[in-house]
């Protein structure tokens, strides 16, 4: 199972349990018969002088009730018969002073939740799906001007120090036209004004490949794979070159399209010299 299907099943599991919970609380009844005593606390009860239930309202009550008087019975005919008919009276009153019941509540608190579940859920799902437009991984990255990466990338000594750029995860280098004459990119649209942007992930088994100055090229850390400066193979198990990008100029920036990974074989012969000093880590595993 990957990430994403782990997701999805989360997100399901989130919401079923959101739901009964939800469902739960909409159905549950008060228990029949409440005894407030019980939960209040014996001293309270033993201090609390007054001997009526304060949920049952007082009567007012006459100091002096009178005994009630009995009428003897008399005969009562036909005549003196009054006939009781009950009517029911209707009143019309305001949605303010009717106020909403608890059934209305919960039942409005389970439509706001539920929508607010599924709005969640259509969010996450289109946040999987749907590319992004601008910015970031996955779309095209403004690396900046190429005048300021070649300022960058080319240091006073003649030695190349690359320009890493964070949201593309790329480092960009040069490669000037002699090399490109003998490289297998000199076709297509991975270089553009002298500059490439080689993938920094290994293709051994993806770590982070550092670059190292003083051989001029990568060098992997994990399993000991080395590609010279534009990323070609040279040693260790990697199975081809560093994975590049397609690349583009528009109106003197320097555009990495993270969107298209090129993949390539081995290079036959290498473009670029390497290494041009000392390695920075062993060679653990050689082909």
Not at 152 to 171: C, H, K, N
Not at 255 to 271: K, M, N, Q, W, Y
Request: hydrophobic residues 40%.
């Amino acid at each position: 199972m990957n990430i994403i299907e782990l997701s999805f099943a989360t997100f399901a599991l989130v919401g079923i349990l959101g739901i009964v919970g939800i469902v739960t609380v909409v159905t549950g009844r008060r228990p029949k018969s409440f005894n407030w005593k019980k939960n209040v606390d014996k001293k309270a009860l033993k201090d609390d002088h007054s001997k009526t239930n304060f949920l049952e309202p007082d009567l007012p009550k006459s100091d002096s009730e009178p005994s009630p008087i009995i009428e003897p019975v008399t005969e009562v005919t036909s005549d003196q018969i009054v006939k009781l008919e009950e009517k029911e009276v209707f009143e019309e009153i305001s949605e303010e002073e009717a106020g909403i019941t608890r059934r209305q509540f919960l039942t409005k608190a389970l439509r706001i939740s539920f929508g607010a579940f599924a709005g969640i859920q259509l969010i996450s799902y289109l946040g999987f799906f749907w590319p992004k437009i601008s910015g970031g991984f996955g779309s095209k990255v403004d690396a900046g001007t190429v005048e300021e990466l070649k300022n960058q990338i080319f240091q006073s000594d003649g030695s190349v120090l690359p320009a890493f750029i964070p949201s593309a995860r790329a480092y960009v280098l040069p490669l000037n036209d002699a090399a490109a004459s003998k490289s297998q990119f000199s076709t297509g649209a991975t270089v553009a004004e002298g500059l490439v942007a080689v993938y920094q992930r290994c293709v051994h088994l993806g770590c982070r490949v550092p670059w190292c100055n003083s051989s001029q090229g990568f060098e992997c850390p994990c399993h000991g794979s080395k590609y010279n400066m534009v990323g070609e193979y040279f040693a260790g198990p990697a199975p081809r070159n560093l994975d590049r990008f397609n690349v583009s100029v528009v109106s003197g920036r320097f555009i990495i399209d993270t969107g298209t990974i090129v993949e390539s074989p081995r290079a036959p012969e290498l473009s670029v010299k390497y290494p041009q000093g000392l390695s920075c880590i062993a060679l653990t595993t050689e082909e």
